[in-house]
């Protein structure tokens, strides 16, 4: 096929001029006045809307990420577990000691220098470090 044998499939459509006389006169189904009847006429775009109504204050989300954070002191883990333990944030949750963020497992931090009596073992939780000193001074465990 060469560029002089190609032809139009479809004809050019012509674009009707209307409300300027004759059949199609004055408003020519576009109404009275108003934005919709002008020429060009635009409608303001949603996206534009939408951004406007998002706060500008620097680190806006940053807030649900701090809530899902929970901080428990090794005083209260002594008082509700018993020697030898497990302790996991489903545990912590069982006990009542944390709760639950929005139906998800919050992320749980054990902070505290205390000496124990007890031993425990540690599992899918943060630790400070004199936390994890005196927890495997009681002869416990911490795994992450």
Do not use: W
Request: a positive charge.
């Amino acid at each position: 096929m060469q560029l002089h044998e190609l032809k139009k499939v479809n004809r050019n459509k012509k674009v009707r001029r209307v409300g300027r006389g004759g059949k199609r006169g004055t408003y020519s189904g576009r109404g009275m006045k108003g934005q919709k009847q002008r020429t060009g006429y635009r409608v303001k775009p949603l996206m534009k809307e939408i951004f406007k109504r998002y706060p500008k204050l620097r680190g806006y989300r940053s807030k649900s990420m701090e809530e899902s954070k929970v901080v428990v002191n090794l005083k209260d883990i002594v008082k509700a577990f018993k020697d030898s333990d497990k302790i996991t944030p489903e545990s912590l949750v069982q006990k009542g000691i944390i709760g639950k963020i929005k139906g998800k497992m919050p992320e749980v931090k054990i902070l505290g220098k205390d000496a124990l009596d007890k031993k425990f073992f540690v599992e899918n939780c943060k630790v400070s470090l004199p936390a994890k000193q005196s927890i495997e001074k009681a002869g416990g465990e911490v795994k992450l």
